[in-house]
T-cell receptor
Framework: DTAVSQTPKYLVTQMGNDKSIKCEQNLGHDTMYWYKQDSKKFLKIMFS???????INETVPNRFSPKSPDKAHLNLHINSLELGDSAVYFC??????????????FGPGTRLLVL | ELKVEQNPLFLSMQEGKNYTIYCNYSTTSDRLYWYRQDPGKSLESLFVLLSNGAVKQEGRLMASLDTKARLSTLHITAAVHDLSATYFCAVLLQGNTPLVFGKGTRLSVIA
């Protein structure tokens, strides 16, 4: 069974559309994250949730809205997509955010292309 | 603001050779992570370094952490083609701060 899964794996859409990416982890972790990896492979945190509570919200346009219905799921909804949103979006999870072993386990990524 | 810098960003090395990738960071931390990413794939955790002087080894890779120098190294011994990938270091500060990644080192091992 995949530990951290994301759907869809690929997403091609037009500018101005609204889309969602889903993430699920079956590791029993408390903390989940969304990262964006741009075309230069630079990885940057977007959001982090701990037990369904938002704990990190980096400087991200408010067109991006995370939602955590339960601690095993963290979805990302993007409104009014722009060309610059094209990237790979990775979901990750970790056991907790303050313990000594916060290794983050990454999902396979969602490759978003906005045309 | 925490900054994490890796060098080199690109590395082409011959099979059988040794090399070191460096990761410098700007703010005191004792939690450093190394990840590997194959092209088009996700990130795989390699090492977690949690204290000054920590050294961990897995196969041909060895990672170390010097918190006083704010430096971690990833040493590659007798490189093989299968090690070709992008290697990221990432640093975590205390509290609710995010994991900050370096820009990655794209390693290519050639025959």
């Amino acid at each position: 069974d995949t530990a951290v899964s994301q759907t869809p794996k690929y997403l091609v859409t037009q500018m101005g559309n609204d889309k969602s990416i889903k993430c699920e982890q079956n590791l029993g972790h408390d903390t989940m994250y969304w990262y964006k990896q741009d075309s230069k492979k630079f990885l940057k945190i977007m959001f982090s949730y701990n037990n369904k509570e938002l704990i990190i919200n980096e400087t991200v346009p408010n067109r991006f809205s995370p939602k955590s219905p339960d601690k095993a799921h963290l979805n990302l909804h993007i409104n009014s997509l722009e060309l610059g949103d094209s990237a790979v979006y990775f979901c990750a999870s970790s056991r907790n955010r303050v313990g000594p072993q916060e290794t983050q386990y990454f999902g396979p990524g969602t490759r978003l292309l906005v045309l | 603001e925490l900054k994490v810098e890796q060098n080199p960003l690109f590395l082409s090395m011959q099979e059988g050779k040794n090399y070191t990738i460096y990761c410098n960071y700007s703010t005191t931390s004792d939690r450093l992570y190394w990840y590997r990413q194959d092209p088009g794939k996700s990130l795989e955790s390699l090492f977690v370094l949690l204290s000054n002087g920590a050294v961990k080894q897995e196969g041909r890779l060895m990672a170390s952490l010097d918190t006083k120098a704010r430096l971690s190294t990833l040493h590659i011994t007798a490189a093989v083609h299968d090690l070709s990938a992008t290697y990221f270091c990432a640093v975590l500060l205390q509290g609710n701060t995010p994991l900050v990644f370096g820009k990655g080192t794209r390693l290519s091992v050639i025959a």
